[in-house]
């Protein structure tokens, strides 16, 4: 298929991870990747983010009430957001989503393409959004194009309801991407082939991810200025290993650790932190807005992330660019960021490793310009560029 080179390239993109004003920080980076393509004005973009409501009588709790409530279609910024509904089954219905988002999206889909008809088909996670933007593809006889970040293959691409479902989006769509080379990796080793899979990192506002003056930082935060703070940011699930960051602070008797962040885990990390004696250094931030996160990257000395996996964690990039060193796990995107000794260390998913590395940091604390290198070149304006010219190249194969 050909496209001109003097229209813009229709895309319709699915994303089940976007924000809306319920939770202004659910899938923000892709928000961001997707605001700078379509910033650029060569990209003709409508973004589908499915919205999944359970049936009656779950359909009554009030979480679901105020979802029920959002707007089908709205423009937040320069993206036209489209939120067809679509039947969940929480906690058990994994496997049926792509089938229901499939239902969902596909009516919409044809009608949308008979107006004005679309170049490419997009997904932005492998799983729910990767098998059902196969088949609506296969459907109108269009190219499309998987991103893979992490979760969606290293937990629903071994997870018995869908693995089957992951690897099938993998083998059928005509390009892949992936936000690390050790992510692809992994994603040819369920059989997907390699071949197929370009490396898209992440992106980066560095306007607002930069460094500022830790004492002001301190001082929003109510922290003592001279005191050792460490930073953590993501959900509260056992994935991101938070416990492993407060029972270090079992031997860093000077250190205060912040929590930004909410799940699952929350109740199980206060009552470690009461059990081992460090509850009066653990600060539990909650969902922190992603415009405030430099306030809480820059309060820190150090970002701790004990990640059992990740493909290319955004946490790590905005840390390093507030001038923040890292110490995570040496999983294959950390490896592949991390390559000067003064961004971080590497670390085995263990308090008292991670208590040692904190230790080693702050006894020869690098300068923020020096950390800020790691992330040098990164932007949305260069990661949509990136994408634009993925998406060229399938639509003219």
């Known amino acids: 298929m050909s496209q001109s080179a003097d229209r813009p390239l229709r895309v319709l993109s699915l994303s089940t991870l976007y924000p809306h004003d319920l939770a202004p920080s659910f899938g923000v980076f892709v928000e961001r990747q997707m605001q700078a393509v379509a910033t650029r004005g060569d990209v003709d973009l409508t973004l589908v983010s499915p919205l999944g409501l359970p049936p009656f009588p779950l359909s009554l709790h009030p979480r679901y009430r ?22 969940l089954l929480p906690a058990i219905g994994a496997r049926f989503n792509a089938g229901a988002i499939t239902r969902a999206v596909l009516t919409l889909a044809r009608e949308l393409h ?30 499309v194009s998987i991103k893979a970040r992490g979760a969606d293959i290293h ?94 602070l079992t031997e860093l008797p000077d250190a205060i650790l912040l929590l930004a962040g909410q799940g699952e885990d929350e109740a199980m990390l206060r009552d470690l932190a009461r059990r081992l004696g460090v509850a009066d250094r653990v600060r539990f931030l909650g969902a922190v807005p992603h415009g405030e996160l430099p306030i809480v990257l820059n309060a820190a000395d150090i970002f701790v992330l004990p990640t059992a996996s990740e493909g290319l964690a955004n946490a790590w ?23 000067d000794p003064a961004w971080g260390q ?39 560029a990136a994408l634009v010219a993925h998406w060229r190249r399938l639509v003219a194969a």
Not at 355 to 384: C, F, H, K, Y
Request: aromatic share 4%.
């Open 66 to 87: 105020a979802l029920r409530a959002l707007p089908e279609q709205e423009q937040r910024s320069k993206v036209r957001v489209l939120r067809p509904r679509f039947t």
């Open 114 to 143: 008979a107006r004005q008809p679309f170049d490419l088909i997009d997904a932005q996670f492998f799983h729910p959004d990767g098998l059902a933007a196969v088949r609506i593809a296969e459907a109108l006889n269009l190219p």
């Open 155 to 248: 937990h629903w691409g071994r997870h018995k309801g869908t693995a089957a479902q992951v690897l099938a989006a993998g083998q059928r769509a005509t390009g892949l991407l992936a936000v690390a080379e050790g992510l692809a990796n992994d994603m040819a080793a369920l059989g997907i082939p390699r071949e197929k899979i370009g490396i898209h990192r992440t992106g980066l506002d560095a306007d607002l991810f930069r460094p500022y003056d830790r004492r002001m930082c301190r001082d929003q935060l109510g922290l003592p200025r001279e005191a050792q703070v460490l930073a953590t940011v993501g959900a509260l699930i056992p994935r991101k290993g938070q416990r492993f960051a407060i029972e270090a």
């Open 317 to 339: 990039v905005e840390a390093l660019a507030c001038g923040t060193p890292v110490v995570t796990t040496p999983i294959p995107g950390a490896q592949e960021l991390l390559t």
């Open 346 to 384: 590497l670390v085995p998913r263990e308090w008292p490793a991670i208590a040692a590395a904190v230790r080693d940091i702050l006894s020869t604390p690098p300068a923020p310009e020096t950390v800020q290198a790691a992330v040098a070149g990164m932007s949305w304006q260069a990661n949509a």
